[in-house]
């Protein structure tokens, strides 16, 4: 199975940045496609950004460009969220999502169904 561990979320003052941590194991990270979503109480789970498996292609939301960035580094099974210019409304519990079937159309997966396993999210609170 695959395991995915969120780490990195906190308070930080608006106009920061944050950098979040997602570690997995159970399976080489190259073998799977990641993504990143948030979720605010009381709304749907939101997709943020996605990166293929060798990382040379990354597929951020239009909400986000330019402001967060995904990587990851396959040798230390990680996967990172770059998070720059945060404001109030970033305020969320950040998740980390693999997929493990390859596809041509990847840049299409955007629903929390199109994953297969998820972390336990970890809390970001922005403060004005």
């Known amino acids: 199975q695959v395991q995915l561990v969120e780490s990195g979320g906190g308070l930080v003052q608006a106009g920061g940045s944050l950098r979040l941590s997602c570690s997995s194991s159970?399976?080489?990270?190259?073998?799977?496609?990641m993504a990143w979503f948030r979720q605010v109480p009381g709304k749907e789970r939101m997709f943020l950004t996605s990166i293929s498996r060798g990382g040379m292609y990354k597929y951020p939301a239009s909400s986000v460009k330019g402001r967060f960035a995904i990587s990851r580094d396959n040798a230390k099974n990680m996967v990172y969220l770059r998070m720059n210019n945060l404001t109030p409304e970033d305020t969320a519990v950040y998740y980390c999502a693999a997929k493990s079937a390859y596809s041509d159309s990847e840049r299409d997966y955007t629903r929390w169904d199109d994953f297969d396993y998820w972390g336990q999210g970890t809390q970001v609170t922005v403060s004005s």
């Open positions: 159970g399976r080489a990270l190259g073998d799977l496609f």
